[in-house]
């Protein structure tokens, strides 16, 4: 199984590149997908199950735009909700490892410097504690955070999702990748002894500033 995320910088109908995005993400054929700064215009016919974070209000926001897309080929089961359904959703989902709810976010509607990024990791947080604690889970997308590296972070925040990861019994599968900021975590138990293969794209940033990230596990 598959998971794979990526920030992909907002397209819209103007950008030239939605076709060659599409492609790549076709060529990585991940089994869960969750795209962050995206827009409902990046689909991919009847292949996946599509679920979009809430519109966004504010007025520069695009047609379409989406903060959080969650495409996967597992039927869902339940819908989870979050402290902010425009930046973060919550699917869990009939996978062949098992139920597994997966939670995609942006955490930090303008990056990690910002006071407001402290205030929406806390909440998110509180989500984590709620939802791991009973269901196998994901947190996927773009965590404006970089573990492994001063690429781009903060102690504080880092600490306090080094804190969380460690408290619910998650790995961050994506942790040591350079450079990175978009992340997949899982639940120990529901990835086991299971090999892992991690994929990356994107590395010179020309269709988006962020690289994608995938781990296959087998």
């Known amino acids: 199984m598959k998971i794979a995320t990526w920030n992909i910088e907002r397209p819209n109908k103007a950008t030239k590149h939605n076709q060659t995005i599409i492609d790549c993400l076709r060529k990585i054929n991940a089994d869960i997908l969750i795209l962050t700064e995206t827009n409902e215009i990046i689909t991919f ?26 495409y996967s080929k597992f039927s869902s089961i339940q819908n989870f909700e979050t402290f902010r359904n ?62 492994s590296d001063n690429y781009y972070f903060t102690k504080e925040g880092r600490e306090k999702l080094n804190t969380s990861f460690e408290k619910l019994n998650l790995v961050n599968l994506t942790a040591n990748i350079p450079e990175n900021i978009d992340h997949i975590i899982l639940t120990k138990a529901f990835v086991g002894d299971r090999k892992r293969n991690i994929e990356t794209w994107n590395l010179d940033k020309k269709l988006s500033d962020h690289i994608g990230v995938a781990v296959e596990i087998t």
Do not use: W
Not at 91 to 101: C, D, H, I, R, S
């Open 45 to 70: 016919g009847d292949s996946y199950n599509y679920f979009h974070s809430s519109k966004l209000e504010e007025t520069y926001y695009k047609d379409g735009e989406r903060k959080v897309s969650i």
């Open 86 to 147: 425009d930046t973060s959703i919550c699917v869990k989902f009939n996978t062949p490892l098992g139920y597994l709810a997966v939670y995609g976010t942006v955490i930090g509607i303008h990056g990690n410097r910002r006071e407001s990024f402290i205030a929406d990791l806390d909440k998110q947080l509180a989500d984590f504690d709620k939802i791991a604690e009973t269901e196998n889970f994901c947190i996927a997308g773009d965590l404006n955070m970089s573990f």
